[in-house]
């Protein structure tokens, strides 16, 4: 069975500033997706970022890009001149031959103005 | 662009009574899935459909629910006799090639 680990509960960061999420999942697959989903307090999730396992290179959507290590089994999630938007929680999930999604337990991030 | 929709936005119910949530998912995805999320705790996946039949279930996913494709658009999650613990949000989600877009969720909350 796949698991999701995130090791964080809470982060915090300075408006503009750069902050990275950690994400750790356990899987015996060979072929599968990452994800990190953001849900703000309205709770809606909303996709952030994806990363297929097969590809060597990061994923990057604007300010938000990933440290994909595959040995390690570790997928981070950075963000770049964070803005209080971007202030919610963060799952990291994992999607394997079965499709559907394994969740970590999130990371609460804040951004201090 | 695209958007899984579900209704209600929020359900209240006697415990012992029956409700059903319902999602119109993506038209050209594939897969459907339901998932919930009891307050300030992780999602959890409940189901996923495809081609008409349950693909997956979790051990969640007891007698008390069903989903069903009634035609062309909706996908239902039933949960025949509420629970108090059957609080939660519940997420519908589809996807065609891996990515799971959701919906923004049925609150329900069972009294």
């Known amino acids: 069975a796949q698991t999701v680990t995130q090791s964080q509960p809470e982060m915090s960061v300075q408006e503009a500033e750069t902050v990275t999420l950690s994400c750790t999942y356990d899987t015996s697959e060979s072929d599968y997706y990452l994800f990190w989903y953001k849900q703000p307090p309205s709770r809606q999730m909303i996709l952030v970022i994806r990363q297929e396992a097969y590809k060597q290179q990061n994923a990057t959507e604007n300010r938000f890009s990933v440290n994909f290590q595959k040995a390690a089994k570790s997928f981070s999630l950075k963000i770049s001149d964070s803005q209080l938007g971007d202030a919610a929680m963060y799952f990291c999930?994992?999607?394997?031959?079965?499709?559907?999604?394994?969740f970590g337990s999130g990371t609460q991030l804040t951004v201090l103005p | 662009e695209p958007e899984v929709t579900q209704t209600p936005s929020h359900q209240v119910t006697q415990m012992g009574q029956e409700v059903i949530l319902r999602c119109v998912p993506i038209?050209?995805?594939?897969?459907f899935y339901w998932y919930r999320q009891i307050l300030g705790q992780k999602v959890e996946f409940l189901v996923s459909?495809?081609?008409?039949?349950?693909?997956?279930k979790s051990e969640i996913f007891d007698d008390q629910f069903s989903v069903e494709r009634p035609d062309g658009s909706n996908f239902t999650l039933k949960i025949r006799s509420t629970k108090l613990e059957d609080s939660a949000m519940y997420f519908c989600?589809?996807?065609?090639?891996?990515?799971?877009?959701f919906g923004s969720g049925t609150q329900l909350s069972v009294l």
């Open positions: 999930a994992h999607s394997g031959s079965a499709r559907q999604l394994t």
């Open positions: 459909f495809y081609n008409n039949e349950i693909s997956e």
């Open positions: 038209s050209n995805h594939l897969y």
């Open positions: 989600a589809s996807s065609e090639l891996g990515t799971a877009i």
